[in-house]
């Protein structure tokens, strides 16, 4: 290590504060890039059941309608 | 086949002139923002005669760059609304030329009346007389240039009538124009070589012309299905 | 239409469901790469890289905005390229790449401009200097911008991948030529003042792990961008048939 | 005289939002035939013509302009055919001749298209702008195109649309001197027509089969 100890790391001659705050802002920006493309998937997932659960109850109610006509 | 190109660009350079002529209000606005505003400065700054020379180059070229913005958006949303836009696009013809005939049009009347008015702005700005000349050049060309990059930014916003997506949009892509511009003016102030960066400009415009009709043609078609 | 005959290697490529399918089996991999370089280079970059002979260490935010500015730029390339692609062979798929790497190369343009101004507090003592390559991020950052604003501009889904393609190329051409004045403005105003170090004459010691990071900010960029366009492309075609198939089996493995 | 053909539609559909719009579409059209197309608001018929004149591009089916498809001929299709929309393509700072002269086909002479405002009734408002004029006078300085037009092939979206019933009049009689001198008319209309006899084709808005 370039560094003696790792509270000298930390601080880097006074430049810690640039250096973290930097790598801390631009971490937290590329978590964030993993984040939301996973939520927006789980998101259009679950909006893809709705859509087949919506189909399966018009197609339902299509058979019922052409059942009934058929009957009476 | 060169007749019918030329023909495109004549009839609507012909027939947007005329339109400017006729919407006398539309011309003159731009106009009275661009003077309007340059008044602001000394307003907000000082009179002070040296501080304003220092600030000329690039406030001149500021102003011109939102004038040019402000009307490049109304130069294809009018003939969308009208369907004057539809029966331009089913020319069987290249749409190039009467694309460029819109654009010279546009020039000519926002452009080029800035241009000879651009030394009002020198007078109140006390450049020196001999940057006048070289302002007017690099405002001439720098304006086209302006006119062609506005009209893509204008195609491609047209469902939705620009504002200020087209601002977004377009001033990017001002960026080097207005860069190379002030720096004429700045150039000729401080007694420098100004044919550079004026050659620069030219080569900007060169590209432009080439470029910009492509992207425009493609844009507007696109219009339809917004 | 009718190249569906001739280009069926091509247009496998370009189907959705190919590339939902492949990106499922290379993601896991990839994030292990894309990880460890990171790791790697952040470690190596923070702790053990010497420090700098003129900046002392506020020089080490060069392993986050080089890497950043360097991916930022070739993104908007990438962006540019899949929208051209898009608009000359109509693949679904490449205006999927397209759109989803906006938001991605936005945030790398983000990132480029935040530590550049951290950088150049204890630098030029001021967060903000009209640095020849920080504006030119500026600039880039709009014209991200730009194309994540257009596509709310057109209702059809169609319509707003051309016009966003469109707006990629005219950028496309425009990149350099912006890059070119800017440095040249700023040769025209600002004579030598300390440049950010520029990799020729870097000690290896600090430029190796410099090497690592933009490697592995490439791998992430990779990483990020299957990861939206996955999203993109469920978003997109869940009227397919396969993507039925797939929420019904997952819903069935619960 | 042998009736030829003039276009030839095949299974022409269209795309929004990766939904069709309306079931594919197909029809033929010879010379001297009229076809009108019917359909409930939001079928499609707008988008039809769209597709027709080029605007918009089919997700598939083809074109074919007297037997050959029309990308292979696009500059003699464009240069053969008249569309006249919703909108009016009015401008309204020019004048009623001033507009119809540019929108005539190149070289038209004054006096063709004096007459030609004069059919539709507009001949003293010849030297008039437009804003002056009202809704129903702009249309009829767009359907005024009917009288100096060398198209053979007639797109009408909703030619009626906002006329009086001499304006009716006076389209139907254009159209039936077209359909005489041997050219084409692709139509839209909610209106019944009286005087010319048109085939009619049905556009069914697309449902989507579960």
């Not at chain 2, 089913?90 to 651009?118: D, E, F, Q, R, Y």
């Not at chain 4, 001033?98 to 507009?122: D, R, Y």
């Amino acid at each position: 290590m370039y560094f003696d100890s790792l509270q000298q790391l930390i601080f880097m001659d006074g430049h810690g504060v640039y250096v973290w705050s930097a790598f801390i802002i631009s971490l937290t920006v590329m978590l964030g890039l993993v984040i939301k493309p996973l939520c927006q998937k789980k998101q259009e997932l679950k909006n893809i059941q709705l859509h087949i659960k919506l189909q399966q109850v018009n197609q339902a109610a299509m058979q019922e309608e052409a059942s009934d006509a058929s009957h009476s | 086949m060169y007749n019918y190109l030329s023909a495109g660009f004549m009839a609507y350079l012909r027939r947007d002139l005329l339109l400017g002529i006729r919407n006398k209000s539309d011309l003159v606005k731009p106009l009275i923002f661009f003077l309007l505003v340059s008044a602001l400065v000394p307003l907000a700054i000082a009179p002070e005669a040296e501080r304003l020379s220092q600030l000329a180059p690039g406030i001149i070229w500021i102003f011109a760059v939102l004038a040019t913005l402000l009307s490049v958006e109304r130069l294809f949303s009018d003939d969308l609304q009208d369907g004057s836009l539809e029966q331009m696009l089913m020319s069987p013809n290249l749409l190039i030329m009467p694309i460029l005939g819109k654009i010279t049009a546009h020039w000519v009347v926002i452009g080029l009346p800035l241009t000879l008015l651009s030394p009002v702005i020198g007078v109140w700005f006390s450049l020196p007389t001999i940057a006048v000349m070289p302002m007017m050049l690099s405002l001439a060309i720098g304006t086209a240039v302006l006119s062609l990059i506005g009209a893509v930014g204008a195609a491609l916003t047209l469902p939705r009538q620009g504002g200020v997506l087209l601002a977004l949009l377009v001033m990017p892509l001002y960026m080097p124009v207005l860069i190379f511009g002030s720096a004429v003016i700045q150039s000729a102030v401080d007694g420098l070589d100004w044919t550079a960066p004026l050659a620069i400009l030219a080569a900007l415009l060169a590209i432009a012309v080439a470029l910009c009709p492509l992207a425009i043609n493609a844009g507007l078609r696109l219009a339809k299905n917004g | 239409m009718n190249l569906n005959v001739k280009w069926t290697w091509f247009h496998r490529l370009g189907s959705p469901r190919w590339f939902y399918q492949k990106t499922q089996r290379w993601l896991p991999w990839l994030s292990l790469l894309t990880l460890s370089l990171l790791i790697t280079g952040l470690v190596w970059g923070l702790a053990f890289a010497p420090e700098d002979a003129k900046q002392g260490n506020s020089f080490r935010i060069i392993y986050v905005h080089v890497p950043a500015s360097v991916v930022a730029l070739a993104g908007y390339y990438m962006m540019a390229i899949a929208g051209a692609v898009g608009l000359i062979w109509r693949i679904k798929l490449s205006y999927m790449l397209m759109r989803s790497a906006a938001p991605i190369g936005a945030a790398l343009t983000f990132i480029a401009l935040v530590t550049g101004a951290i950088w150049g507090k204890p630098t030029w003592g001021a967060y903000w200097v009209w640095d020849a390559r920080i504006t030119s991020m500026l600039i880039l950052l709009f014209l991200y911008l730009g194309v994540m604003a257009l596509r709310h501009t057109y209702s059809s889904s169609e319509a707003a991948d051309k016009a966003s393609a469109i707006l990629g190329l005219v950028g496309m051409v425009n990149v350099p030529i912006i890059y070119k004045s800017v440095d040249w403005w700023q040769t025209l105003h600002q004579p030598a003042t300390i440049k950010f170090t520029g990799a020729p004459s870097m000690h290896p010691d600090m430029f190796m792990p410099l090497l690592v990071m933009i490697i592995g900010f490439y791998a992430f960029y990779a990483v990020t961008l299957m990861l939206f366009t996955r999203a993109e492309i469920l978003r997109r075609e869940y009227r397919a048939s396969w993507v039925k198939q797939l929420v019904t089996n997952k819903t069935a493995e619960k | 005289m042998a009736a030829a053909n003039i276009l030839k539609i095949k299974s022409l559909a269209f795309e929004r939002n990766d939904a069709l719009l309306f079931e594919p579409v197909s029809f033929e059209l010879n010379s001297g035939e009229a076809l009108h197309v019917e359909g409930a608001n939001g079928a499609g018929k707008t988008t039809l013509f769209q597709l027709l004149i080029k605007m918009l591009e089919p997700c598939s089916g083809e074109l074919l302009f007297r037997g050959q498809p029309v990308s292979e001929c696009h500059f003699e299709y464009l240069s053969d055919i008249l569309f006249i929309g919703h909108q009016s393509a009015v401008k309204a700072a020019l004048t009623a001749s001033e507009n119809l002269s540019w929108m005539s086909p190149q070289g038209t002479s004054s006096e063709k298209i004096a007459a030609a405002l004069q059919s539709v009734g507009l001949e003293h408002y010849a030297n008039v702008p437009c804003y002056r004029l009202s809704a129903g006078q702009h249309r009829r300085v767009a359907l005024a195109r009917l009288m100096t037009t060398s198209a053979s092939l007639w797109y009408l979206d909703e030619p009626f649309a906002a006329l009086d019933k001499q304006g009716v009049d006076f389209i139907e009689g254009c159209m039936q001197n077209h359909l005489n001198r041997g050219g084409s008319i692709v139509f839209s209309s909610h209106q019944d027509l009286v005087k010319i006899a048109a085939r009619s084709y049905r556009l069914n808005p697309f449902r989507e089969v579960v």
